[in-house]
């Protein structure tokens, strides 16, 4: 069974930085993807970052150039570095795990919260002016 575990989260100044934290357990997967997403007060969950066993990454529109994401295999921890942070970065943030690889496809569609199967309790972000 997969375990993920959010941390790292916190309150930042508007242009500040944070790097979140996902510790990952039990992940057997042969190939797979792992996603960061967030959801704030009043609004759908929406994916942010994504990368896959072939470390294929990619992001939103609304955190490219922002925000990077990576994965530490020796310490089994997805990471998402957050950079230039703006008010509406504020949200909950999960990371997610699926089995499987998505070859040729849009971020965009790797960003659908629909196909991941295990997901963290969340870490909260809140950006203030």
């Known amino acids: 069974q997969v375990q993920l575990v959010e941390s790292g989260g916190g309150s930042v100044q508007a242009g500040g930085s944070l790097r979140l934290s996902c510790t990952v357990s039990?992940?057997?997967?042969?190939?797979?993807?792992m996603a960061w997403f967030r959801q704030a007060p009043g609004k759908e969950r929406e994916g942010v970052a994504v990368?896959?066993?072939?470390?294929?990454?990619g992001y939103a529109d609304s955190v490219k150039g922002r925000f990077t994401i990576s994965k530490e295999n020796a310490k089994n921890t997805l990471y998402l570095e957050m950079n230039s942070l703006k008010l509406e970065d504020t949200a909950i943030y999960y990371c997610?795990?699926?089995?499987?690889?998505?070859?040729?496809?849009?971020?965009?569609?790797?960003?659908?919260?629909?196909?991941?199967?295990?997901w963290g309790q969340g870490t909260q972000v809140a950006v203030s002016s």
């Open positions: 997610a795990a699926r089995a499987g690889v998505w070859v040729g496809a849009s971020p965009r569609l790797k960003l659908r919260d629909d196909r991941y199967t295990d």
């Open positions: 990368i896959d066993s072939d470390d294929v990454k």
């Open positions: 039990g992940l057997t997967y042969v190939t797979w993807s």
